[in-house]
């Protein structure tokens, strides 16, 4: 079973040479201290900045330097600061190549809701609308069931929805699982967890073909 850093560091293994990535608040903001060093990444926060690295030592921080999140990080030589219009302007033109963002609830046929819990105060969407609705790839990184050890991998979300049929990919701390037209396709199972344990704790379709892997971390 992984943790946050082990959901973080098998979703690096997606990113690719020369992406623009936007990572989400929580897990996603993890995966820029495990990408590969011999390939050039760009990350974009919406609150306007491109070219952020990974977060600073203790001691080193920059108040004024933070993702989305609020957290203090660092950035890459070249890096640019800009205005949240700029940044959404990114984002909407379609020039980030691949999203990372957390969820609540995640429906088999790729729905996710990410943004309100009814009857919760919450401070907004922030961008995760946008994000959903232009990005090609997106990839959810999050626990396989919640903290009342209920499946957030759904036939359908009983939240509000963030984005319909966008989600591409799930990384949980169970299994990486891809969105296709059927349901929840079993690609890799966490070190040490079984195809019934992920069937147990997936509500939604889940499909198993053949021999499943246990992921490399």
Aim: proline letters at 3%.
């Amino acid at each position: 079973m992984l943790d946050k850093i082990g959901i973080a560091k098998r979703i690096a293994k997606e990113v690719k040479d020369g992406y623009y990535v936007n990572l989400g608040i929580g897990i996603p903001t993890l995966v820029a201290n495990y990408v590969r060093d011999d390939i050039e990444v760009e990350f974009q926060s919406e609150n306007g900045v491109l070219g952020m690295g990974a977060f600073p030592f203790e001691g080193e921080e920059d108040a004024d330097i933070i993702n989305a999140g609020k957290q203090t990080i660092t950035t890459l030589p070249g890096a640019s600061f800009f205005d949240s219009a700029l940044s959404f302007s990114m984002i909407r033109g379609q020039h980030v190549d691949l999203t990372i963002l957390g969820a609540m609830e995640v429906a088999e046929n790729g729905d996710i809701a990410n943004w309100k819990i009814p009857g919760r105060m919450v401070k907004g969407m922030g961008g995760a609308m946008d994000l959903v609705s232009s990005a090609e790839h997106i990839i959810v990184a999050m626990m396989h069931a919640n903290k009342h050890g209920d499946s957030k991998l759904l036939k359908k979300c009983s939240l509000p929805l963030t984005g319909v049929g966008c989600v591409k990919k799930i990384v949980t701390n169970l299994a990486v699982i891809e969105v296709i037209t059927q349901g929840f396709k079993l690609l890799e199972r966490a070190p040490g967890v079984s195809v019934e344990t992920i069937k147990e704790a997936t509500e939604g379709c889940l499909i198993i073909e053949g021999e499943v892997p246990e992921m490399l971390t």
